[in-house]
């Protein structure tokens, strides 16, 4: 009777050998030898066994302690726009404490105060890594704190230049807070590393409207809307561009799409009514600022604008 296995680390003929012997041993009569021999097999067996799942364990311990399965994380990237996903890498570093996963899941439950102190700890314990930086960074800026969010999101691409999300993100705040040329240098740089970035595109384009640059801005925004066929803010955008600009027939099918695609939204019926206005389309833009003040009867906006169109409708009446 032999003990059998799946070897792993040892040579399956190396212990084949073993229990060949102990068999020709029995076979040639010396019984005490041939017991000798299958004892020395199986006690071999038995240490080859125990040392190679020890060395599984080890492996399988040292691989979970290393790596953890990324979850995704929701993050608004637009104060207009909150759609944006932002998903950490496939795999990061677990800190000693767990408190990355612990920073994560109160992002996530949106206890951003909670989640500031825990990737504080985090930053800590792991100074050298850009996302535990970027996170901190992402929290801060959710809990309010554009100064420490700055801060972080500065420090994640100082140990890592190339930190995509960290450009985006500082970015957002750089516009936010009307730093337009700076925030030019930075999203340069993001489209640069990915050209078919939506959200980079459209934050260069409301930096781009921020300097006053608006053709830049308009190639920005068309830019976006073909990354991002459902883009409906950049849009919007977009076409009020246009009709700043008085291209009163460009703006038109842009808002078009815009409001077939978020009914929903009064200054898309505004907007896409002005346009509509414009281009001597009066029974069009009433429609357009009825259903606005539909949406959303507290619109200012496309109450006044009603109230005008249909003031010329009268005129024309009489």
Not at 166 to 185: G, P
Not at 208 to 233: C, H, N, P, S
Not at 286 to 303: H, L, W
């Amino acid at each position: 009777m032999f003990l059998s296995f799946k070897p792993c680390g040892y040579s399956p003929a190396l212990l084949l050998s073993k229990r060949s012997t102990a068999i020709s041993g029995r076979q040639r009569g010396g019984h005490m030898r041939g017991n000798q021999r299958i004892t020395t097999a199986l006690l071999i067996v038995a240490v080859a066994a125990t040392a190679c799942s020890r060395n599984n364990e080890t492996q399988q311990s040292k691989g979970s302690e290393s790596q953890v399965p990324a979850r995704m994380t929701t993050v608004a990237m637009t104060k207009d726009k909150p759609k944006e996903v932002q998903a950490i890498p496939e795999t990061i570093a677990r800190p000693g404490s767990g408190s990355f996963g612990d920073g994560e899941a109160a992002y996530s439950a949106g206890k951003y105060d909670d989640a500031v102190k825990l990737f504080d700890q985090y930053t800590e314990q792991k100074p050298k890594n850009p996302w535990g930086h970027y996170m901190l960074g992402l929290s801060a800026w959710k809990a309010g704190d554009l100064e420490k969010s700055e801060k972080s999101f500065n420090e994640a691409l100082r140990l890592d230049p190339d930190h995509f999300k960290s450009l985006l993100h500082l970015s957002r705040i750089l516009v936010d807070q009307k730093r337009y040329e700076d925030a030019v240098v930075r999203l340069t740089q993001a489209v640069e590393l990915d050209p078919n970035s939506a959200d980079a595109q459209r934050l260069l384009g409301r930096a781009f409207t921020g300097q006053g640059k608006i053709d830049d801005a308009v190639a920005a925004y068309r830019r976006t809307i073909e990354l991002d066929k459902k883009d409906v803010w950049s849009m919007n955008d977009l076409g009020l561009l246009l009709i700043e600009k008085e291209r009163y027939e460009e703006a038109l099918p842009v808002l078009q799409k815009a409001v077939s695609l978020r009914k929903s939204v009064a200054v898309f019926h505004n907007n896409l009514g002005m346009a509509l206005e414009h281009t001597g389309n009066i029974k069009g833009a009433a429609a357009e600022y009825r259903t606005a003040r539909i949406v959303d009867p507290a619109d200012e906006k496309s109450k006044e604008n009603l109230s005008r169109v249909e003031g010329v409708k009268t005129t024309e009446t009489r």
